[in-house]
């Protein structure tokens, strides 16, 4: 679980710098049940674009490069 957890965080540290560009920001919380839960910071957090970034673009991005993961979810 936790070399996953790491996968998980090395992918969300190269998807991060595409979210800063614009303002925004994504922070890694925890890991369960398949489910990654992120906390949108920054101009994400307000965005209303939030569902489309966060579904089409880093839940996308996850689920192709880490086994395991199935969604992804803003706390």
């Known amino acids: 679980m936790e070399n996953l957890e790491q996968n998980i965080i090395n992918v969300i540290t190269k998807i991060r710098p595409y ?10 919380v ?11 910071l920054g101009a994400c957090a307000g965005c209303s674009m939030i569902d489309e970034t966060l579904k089409d673009g880093v839940e996308q991005i996850l689920i192709e490069e880490v086994p395991g993961v199935v969604e992804v979810v803003a706390v």
């Open 19 to 28: 979210l800063q560009h614009d303002g925004g920001d994504i922070e890694f």
């Open 30 to 40: 925890r890991f369960a049940d398949g489910i990654v839960y992120v906390k949108m």
